[in-house]
């Protein structure tokens, strides 16, 4: 891990080159602590995406002290119309890392199809430098049957393999949905637990959607230590406006629980999704429960 002397000399040379501008590097309460781990889902950011560019708003990212991003635009081989190796070269050069992708694909008629795609998609995963490839969603929701989790399970399972042939680990991701929408009085989520691999799938748990849905996201961490691997940290909006979850036991458990890899997200917005997630990450870097 770099010291904070590291940070700034890479700051000022990063800045000397035109990379980053120097108003990027403060947050208001000076440059962020460079010792914290500090993940982000891009998604966060669509808008400005969409508006200014996937390279302009790596640099702003960077300037907020993230250090760890999760992409949401995948399509035909690129993230963000972005050649996979020349992205992870962007972000390396700021000081980043691309870590983890929401990727999804539903099942439909033609598996040989949906193989083929998914084969494509872990070369472009492999070639970006991802840990994770994350579903971010699934037609389980209300209506759902047992045949239909499991035949998604196994479909889980058939993905999971290949990522694993590229040292990528497959994962799938909440909503309130899966909590909410229950057969026999069991929740989707935990059906889906059942019903994948435990050595292959694992799932990001995201702690607002959780408790949106009926439950806690620290008894779902004790209860699956070893499935749950990656968190969404994420609130109503900016985190640490509303508190609506236990950010401070949520950590402590993350830590508790070997879990190395998190990242903000922040899908409405009290201010602009720019602010917000420079609050965002103000927060957790001067939060003490978070190392």
């Given at each position: 891990?770099?010291?904070?002397r ?6 000022s040379?990063?800045?000397a ?17 460079p ?12 808008e400005?995406?969409n508006?200014?560019?996937?390279r302009?708003v790596?640099?702003v990212v ?5 250090n ?23 972000v390396?050069?700021?000081g980043?890392k ?8 539903n ?7 949906d ?6 998609a872990?070369e472009?995963?492999?070639?970006a430098?991802?840990?994770y490839?994350?579903m971010p969603?699934?037609p389980?929701?209300?209506g759902?049957?047992?045949?239909k989790?499991k035949?998604?399970g ?7 393999l ?9 994962g799938?991701?909440?909503h309130a949905?899966e909590?909410e929408?229950?057969?026999d009085?069991?929740?989707?989520y935990d ?7 435990p ?10 959607w ?10 779902y ?13 994420k609130d ?9 979850v236990?950010?401070k036991?949520i ?8 879990i ?10 009290d201010?602009t999704?720019e ?17």
């Amino acid at each position: 891990m770099q010291s904070r002397r590291d940070f700034i000399k890479r700051a000022s040379m990063l800045i000397a080159g035109g990379v980053v501008s120097p108003n990027l590097m403060s947050s208001g309460g000076g440059i962020p602590a460079p010792s914290k781990y500090l993940g982000l889902q891009l998604y966060s950011l669509r808008e400005m995406i969409n508006d200014e560019g996937i390279r302009k708003v790596l640099e702003v990212v960077a300037g907020m002290g993230y250090n760890s991003l999760e992409t949401a635009s995948y399509g035909d081989g690129k993230f963000y119309g972005e050649d996979p190796v020349e992205l992870k070269k962007i972000v390396g050069d700021l000081g980043m890392k691309l870590t983890s992708s929401h990727i999804g694909r539903n099942i439909t008629k033609d598996h040989d199809e949906d193989m083929a795609w998914w084969n494509k998609a872990v070369e472009a995963h492999n070639a970006a430098g991802m840990k994770y490839m994350i579903m971010p969603s699934s037609p389980l929701n209300e209506g759902a049957t047992l045949d239909k989790v499991k035949r998604y399970g196994d479909y889980f399972n058939e993905i999971a393999l290949i990522t694993a042939g590229a040292s990528i680990q497959f994962g799938y991701h909440n909503h309130a949905f899966e909590f909410e929408t229950k057969i026999d009085d069991i929740p989707v989520y935990d059906l889906l637990l059942k019903n994948t691999s435990p050595r292959h799938v694992i799932f990001q748990l995201d702690v607002y959607w959780i408790k949106k849905g009926g439950y806690d996201p620290v008894d779902y961490m004790k209860k699956y230590p070893k499935r749950i691997k990656v968190l969404h940290i994420k609130d109503e909006t900016a985190i640490g406006a509303q508190n609506t979850v236990n950010y401070k036991d949520i950590f402590e458990q993350a830590y508790i629980n070997k879990i190395k890899d998190w990242y903000v997200e922040v899908e409405e917005y009290d201010t602009t999704p720019e602010e917000d997630v420079r609050k965002s990450a103000d927060y957790l870097l001067n939060a003490d429960f978070v190392k």
